[in-house]
């Protein structure tokens, strides 16, 4: 006699299958995101070390200094000399040799290289910003998973295989929230230093813009 499986049975395995076959690459991203956060907070550490604070005060002198030059030469020796980071000096000076253009042209180049800076800004937050929003999903997956069998396994009375759910359920939750607490503050920290970063860009590639539209 042939056994017929209800639909509703059916789908609900199928289910099952799909939510227990998933267990293993929610773990394994896990770990990856464990490790990934860890590296981080060691690169975090090295960019501090390593960074150039640039006051207000700097920015202020350097605007002053671009505005007064008698001869549109010397703003790329200004900005040479300039304590400001090398990315900056870059687009600033590529802008300063740009004075054969005309008008349009010069301040669409400006336009061009500073968006050039922000894209590369962006796909160094990106990864920060994606362990900060996946890390807690994957750790309530990891949460919910194994549950169910543990549940199941509670009914018939074993509460060992129910107390292996449970350590999985609340390490994966640990790992999960812990990588995505750490990817945000790191996001955080280093969106601030980036944000400073393009107001100070901005703010002399339009010193040197109006410098040459003089």
């Not at 030059?69 to 802008?95: F, Y």
């Not at 990891?142 to 449970?166: E, F, H, K, Q, W």
């Not at 990588?179 to 400073?196: D, F, L, N, P």
Request: aromatic residues 4%; without cysteine; positive net charge.
């Amino acid at each position: 006699m042939v056994t017929v499986i209800p639909g509703s049975d059916l789908l609900t395995s199928a289910l099952n299958v799909v939510s227990q076959s998933l267990q293993i690459p929610v773990i394994v991203f896990l770990l990856l995101f464990a490790l990934y956060a860890v590296i981080t907070v060691g690169s975090l550490i090295s960019e501090y070390s390593s960074r150039k604070k640039v006051p207000v005060r700097l920015i202020k002198d350097l605007i002053f200094s671009i505005s007064r030059t008698k001869d549109i030469s010397e703003i790329e020796t200004i900005v040479k000399n300039a304590q400001i980071p090398k990315n900056q000096k870059r687009v600033l000076v590529n802008i300063a040799r740009s004075s054969e253009l005309k008008k349009d042209s010069r301040e669409a180049l400006a336009e061009k290289l500073i968006e050039n800076e922000e894209d590369i800004i962006e796909k160094k937050l990106q990864a920060t910003d994606i362990v900060t929003k996946i890390g807690p999903t994957l750790g309530l997956m990891g949460t919910l998973i194994p549950m169910g069998p543990g549940l199941a396994a509670l009914g018939s009375g074993d509460v060992t295989t129910l107390s292996n759910a449970i350590i999985v359920a609340f390490d994966t939750t640990v790992v999960g929230i812990g990588a995505g607490a750490v990817a945000y503050v790191v996001s955080k920290i280093r969106r601030r230093w980036y944000e400073q970063y393009l107001s100070n860009l901005d703010a002399l590639s339009k010193a040197v813009l109006d410098r040459l539209n003089e």
